[in-house]
T-cell receptor, first 113, second 113 residues
Framework: QKEVEQNSGPLSVPEGAIASLNCTYS??????FFWYRQYSGKSPELIMF????GDKEDGRFTAQLNKASQYVSLLIRDSQPSDSATYLC?????????????FGKGTHLIIQP | NAGVMQNPRHLVRRRGQEARLRCSPM?????VYWYRQLPEEGLKFMVY????????ESGMPKERFSAEFPKEGPSILRIQQVVRGDSAAYFC???????????FGPGTRLTVL
């Protein structure tokens, strides 16, 4: 089982709709969860982080965490063509400490005008 | 620009040469992480450094790769005797402290001919 799994896509969503991106992780000891956006040829850009079970909202983005199911998701409301990118789910195995982030391979999102 | 800086942005080396990649963390940050992104692959953690200390190098290949973060100056990722399989994008990220959110630099695209 891969440590962090994402559907590679492409996920195609019409403009204005809600895009739903999902991620599962294998290490129950994981404490911190991150969503990064990466445009082709560019570096990852932090979208959101979440540490506690439940929902966390920031503008058009909502991150959802369910530690019992080892599941993280990102919802993008009112999707725009500029949201078209690869979305990377990342997990940190401990609340603090020396570990780097473990990334999924990313989901390629396409917002259709 | 107070963001994470990396140079060079593009580096071309022939097999057997050495590659040196530099990373200057965000102002006020003293923790640096290096990641490698192979074509069509996710980001993989390589090494975590603080000033003058390697904290976690569990993701570093055992041979040819080394990293340092001296008291003065940027962090350096050094690849000796490069091979074609080293061709990738190398990103560094910085934080102010352990467990903090990581912000990525623009990356160095290494091409080995």
């Amino acid at each position: 089982q891969k440590e962090v799994e994402q559907n590679s896509g492409p996920l195609s969503v019409p403009e204005g709709a809600i895009a739903s991106l999902n991620c599962t992780y294998s290490d129950r000891g994981s404490q911190s969860f991150f969503w990064y956006r990466q445009y082709s040829g560019k570096s990852p850009e932090l979208i959101m982080f979440i540490y506690s079970n439940g929902d966390k909202e920031d503008g058009r983005f909502t991150a959802q965490l369910n530690k019992a199911s080892q599941y993280v998701s990102l919802l993008i409301r009112d999707s725009q063509p500029s949201d078209s990118a690869t979305y990377l789910c990342a997990v940190k195995k401990s609340g603090g400490g020396a570990d780097g982030l473990t990334f999924g391979k990313g989901t390629h999102l396409i917002i259709q005008p | 620009n107070a963001g994470v800086m990396q140079n060079p942005r593009h580096l071309v080396r022939r097999r057997g040469q050495e590659a040196r990649l530099r990373c200057s963390p965000m102002k006020g940050h003293s923790h640096v992480y290096w990641y490698r992104q192979l074509p069509e692959e996710g980001l993989k953690f390589m090494v975590y450094l603080q000033k003058e200390n390697i904290i976690d190098e569990s993701g570093m290949p055992k041979e040819r790769f080394s990293a340092e973060f001296p008291k003065e100056g940027p962090s350096i990722l050094r690849i000796q005797q490069v091979v074609r399989g080293d061709s990738a994008a190398y990103f560094c990220a910085s934080t102010a402290g352990e467990g903090d959110t990581q912000y990525f630099g623009p990356g160095t695209r290494l091409t080995v001919l």
